[in-house]
C-alpha cells in the first residue's frame, strides 16, 4: 500500500511530485518541498479542492519545515477509485493517509493541517486509534468531526431550549449545499457544466480572492468524484456518531468568523473532545488558505515549533499562552481584558500590532492589554526608556515578543523608516493602534502658527502617517487587519479653551470614517476611540497658553487633580480598544458621560454650542 512511484513535475505547487499507492491500488500525487531533514507539515486540501489550494501557504512554510502537499483520491493528479459509491469512506481516506505519511517521514510523526473535508479527514485521523503515533499535532480549518457534529446535534435536540433550536436552524440553513450533494446526478451534471465553468469566477467575487490560475482545470472532475465524500459518509456519521472520537494528539481550531458554510457555535463544545485544545479566529470568509496565507503560515509555524518544542503543555485550553505575572510580584498579573481574554487571545495570539505613543498612558495600557492576549508587540515611543519599559511589560504580560522603537510620529521619514523596518523584523501589523498625541489649551487669539504647528504634526500627521504607511502594507498583504486611531470626546464637543485640541481630534475621527470606507473592501478595518478624561500623565505634560508659567502648573494641578478624582484608568480605554478591534466598531465613545455627550450632540447640538462658551472649572 505504501509503494511509490518516481518523481514528477511541479504541478503548479512549486514542489517535486511522487505517486504513493493507498487503498484500492489508488495511486496518490503527492508534492514535497523544503528540506527532508526538518519536520513535516502535511497540507490536506478539502471540497472542491486540490492540493493547489495550499500554494502560497506551502510557499512560506517551505524554508522552516518539510511540506508536504496531496491530492485526494478522486482529486487533482490522483486517480479515483474504481467503483466511486463506497470508495471515498473515511476508513478508505485513513488508510491513504497513513500511507503518504509513511512514505513521507517513515521515522516521525507529521504535523497534520486540514481544511474543510481536509479538517474533516484530519479529526478522524487524530482520533482513530490507527493513527497514533503517526501524528504529532493537528491544525483543523473549517471543517468539524462529523462525529462531534453529530453528538452537537443529538444535544441540542435532546435539550432543547430557544437558543439551540436556534442554533441547529441555523447551521441547517448553512449546510444547504450537503443536502443538494447527496441527490444523485445532478451534482455530477452541474459541476461538469455551468457551475464547474462558472466556479473560479463565483469564487473569486464571494472569497474577494485573486483570480490567478486556481483552482486548476481539473476542478470539474474533482467536483463530481468529491461528492462522494458526502454521500459516502455524512448521514451514517451524523446518525450513528462515535463516543470516543477524542483526539490524541494537540489540536489548533482556526475559525473564520465569516464563514457562510460553517457556524462557530458547532466548536463550542470542543474543548470536551479535544483537551489540548488551542483556538484563533480570523475575520475571515471559508477559504482561509487563500485569503489569509501569511495568518495560516504563522499560526502553523507558532503552534509545530511548540509542540515540537515539547511545550505543547504551554498553550493553555482556551488560549496560545499563560497568563503573565505582575511584574517582580512573582503573582499572576490581574486581567486587564477581563472576560474579553479568552477571545482576544483567539484573535490576537502571535499577531503583530504596533502601538504609538506607547511608553505611558493609554499607549502602555493598550500595548499591555494585546501583550496579555498573546500578541506579538511592537512599543513606539519617542520616549526611549518609556518605550523600553512597555517592552519589557509586555513580555511579562504575556506576549509572544514585545519590542521598542524609538521614533516621532511626527517626522515623516522617520515614521517611514520605522515602517519598514518592522514589516522587514517582524512582518507586516495586523493591528496598528496610532495612539501618540500631545495636549494644548488656551485661547484661539494666543495660540501662535508654531503651536498649531506642533499639536497637529503630532495629533493629526502622526496618525496619518501611520494610516498611511502602514494600511497600505496591510493592503497590499491582502489579509486584513485594523487601524485604530485615538480621537476624543473633544472631537465633537467644541471648547472655547481647546480649538487647536479639539481641531486635531476631530480630524483624527474623520479622518478615520473617511479610511473605514475606503479600507472596508479590503477587509481592513477602523475604529476611533473617544474617551474622556483619562487619568494619565499627559495632564502633567499639557500646555496652557496665555497664561505665566507659574498660572500654567497652578492649572496642571489641578486638572490632574479633576482628572485623578474622576479615577477613570487607562486600562479601561485599552480594553475599549481590543474591543473595538474585535467587533470592528466604527467609533467607540468611552466612558458613561462620553456617551451622553455624543448623544447630545446628534439629538441637540445647540446645547453643546452653549455648553462651549463656558469656561471649565479647571
Excluded at 485569503?291 to 504563522?298: C, N
Excluded at 496619518?464 to 485615538?486: P, S, Y
Excluded at 476611540?529 to 502633567?540: A, D, E, K, L, S
Aim: proline share 7%; hydrophobic share 40%.
Amino acid at each position: 500500500m505504501s509503494g511509490t512511484g518516481g518523481a514528477g513535475a511541479t504541478g503548479g505547487t512549486g514542489a517535486d511530485e511522487r505517486f504513493v499507492t493507498g487503498a484500492d491500488g489508488v495511486r496518490l500525487c503527492v508534492a514535497e518541498s523544503g528540506d527532508a531533514g526538518r519536520p513535516t507539515v502535511v497540507l490536506l486540501h478539502g471540497y472542491p479542492d486540490s492540493k493547489e489550494v495550499w500554494g502560497p501557504v506551502a510557499a512560506l512554510l517551505a524554508d522552516r519545515f518539510h511540506v508536504v502537499l496531496y491530492d485526494v483520491r478522486g482529486h487533482g493528479r490522483s486517480s479515483a477509485p474504481a467503483r466511486l459509491r463506497g470508495g471515498f469512506t473515511l476508513e478508505k481516506l485513513t488508510r491513504d493517509f497513513l500511507a503518504v505519511a509513511d512514505a513521507v517521514s517513515p521515522d516521525r510523526p507529521v504535523h497534520l493541517v486540514g481544511h474543510d473535508w481536509g479538517s474533516v479527514q484530519g479529526w478522524e485521523f487524530a482520533t482513530v486509534p490507527a493513527t497514533e503515533g503517526r501524528i504529532a499535532s493537528f491544525t483543523s480549518v473549517s471543517g468539524p468531526c462529523l462525529d462531534h457534529f453529530g453528538h452537537w446535534i443529538r444535544r441540542r435536540v435532546r435539550r432543547p431550549t430557544p437558543r439551540r433550536a436556534a442554533q441547529v436552524l441555523g447551521q441547517g440553513v448553512k449546510s444547504w449545499y450537503v443536502y443538494a450533494l447527496h441527490t444523485p446526478v445532478l451534482p455530477e451534471l452541474a459541476w461538469r457544466g455551468p457551475l464547474g465553468r462558472q466556479w473560479p469566477k463565483l469564487l473569486a467575487r464571494a472569497e474577494k480572492l485573486p483570480f490567478d490560475g486556481y483552482p486548476t482545470p481539473s476542478l470539474p472532475r474533482d467536483a463530481a468524484h468529491g461528492a462522494w465524500l458526502y454521500r459516502d459518509n455524512v448521514r451514517q456519521r451524523l446518525g450513528h456518531p462515535r463516543e470516543d472520537a477524542y483526539a490524541h494528539v494537540p489540536v489548533q481550531l482556526v475559525t473564520p468568523t465569516e464563514d457562510a458554510f460553517l457556524s462557530e457555535r458547532l466548536y463550542d463544545d470542543l474543548e470536551h473532545w479535544a483537551p489540548r485544545l488551542t483556538r484563533r479566529t480570523v475575520p475571515a470568509k471559508h477559504w482561509v488558505p487563500r485569503s489569509r496565507p501569511q495568518h495560516m503560515a504563522d499560526w502553523i509555524t507558532e503552534f509545530v515549533t511548540a509542540v515540537e518544542a515539547g511545550g505543547a503543555g504551554e498553550v493553555t485550553a482556551g488560549g496560545q499562552a499563560k497568563a503573565g505575572r505582575g511584574p517582580g510580584s512573582g503573582e499572576p498579573a490581574r486581567s486587564a481584558l477581563g472576560r474579553r481574554l479568552p477571545a482576544a487571545r483567539e484573535r490576537f495570539a502571535g499577531q503583530v500590532v504596533v502601538v504609538t505613543g506607547a511608553a505611558s498612558g493609554i499607549g502602555r495600557a493598550t500595548a499591555l492589554a494585546f501583550a496579555e492576549a498573546g500578541a506579538r508587540v511592537v512599543a513606539v515611543d519617542r520616549d526611549a526608556p518609556g518605550a523600553a519599559r512597555t517592552a519589557e511589560l509586555a513580555r511579562a504580560a504575556g506576549a509572544a515578543g514585545a519590542w521598542a522603537e524609538v521614533v516621532d510620529v511626527s517626522d515623516a521619514a522617520a515614521m517611514e523608516e520605522l515602517a519598514a523596518g518592522v514589516r522587514e523584523r517582524y512582518g507586516v501589523p495586523d493591528v496598528v493602534v496610532n495612539n501618540a498625541g500631545i495636549g494644548l489649551a488656551g485661547r484661539f487669539l494666543d495660540t501662535s502658527p508654531e503651536d498649531w504647528k506642533q499639536v497637529l504634526d503630532v495629533n493629526v500627521w502622526g496618525v496619518i502617517h501611520g494610516c498611511r504607511l502602514f494600511g497600505r502594507q496591510m493592503a497590499e498583504r491582502g489579509e486584513g487587519g485594523h487601524i485604530v486611531n485615538t480621537a476624543s470626546a473633544a472631537a465633537f464637543l467644541p471648547s472655547r479653551t481647546l480649538p487647536a485640541y479639539s481641531t486635531s481630534k476631530a480630524a483624527v475621527l474623520m479622518l478615520s470614517e473617511c479610511l473605514r470606507a475606503e479600507l472596508a473592501p479590503l477587509g481592513i478595518g477602523v475604529s476611533a476611540i473617544c474617551p474622556g478624561p483619562v487619568n494619565t500623565p499627559i495632564t502633567g505634560s499639557a500646555r496652557h497658553l496665555g497664561v505665566t508659567s507659574q498660572e500654567q502648573e497652578r492649572r496642571r494641578a489641578r486638572t490632574a487633580r479633576f482628572y485623578r478624582m474622576r479615577n477613570y484608568p487607562p486600562q479601561k480605554v485599552a480594553r475599549a480598544v481590543v474591543t473595538a478591534v474585535l467587533r470592528d466598531t466604527a467609533v467607540v465613545p468611552v466612558m458613561p458621560e462620553v456617551r451622553a455627550v455624543r448623544l447630545l450632540t446628534r439629538l441637540a447640538p445647540g446645547v453643546t454650542r452653549t455648553l462651549a462658551r463656558i469656561d471649565p472649572p479647571l
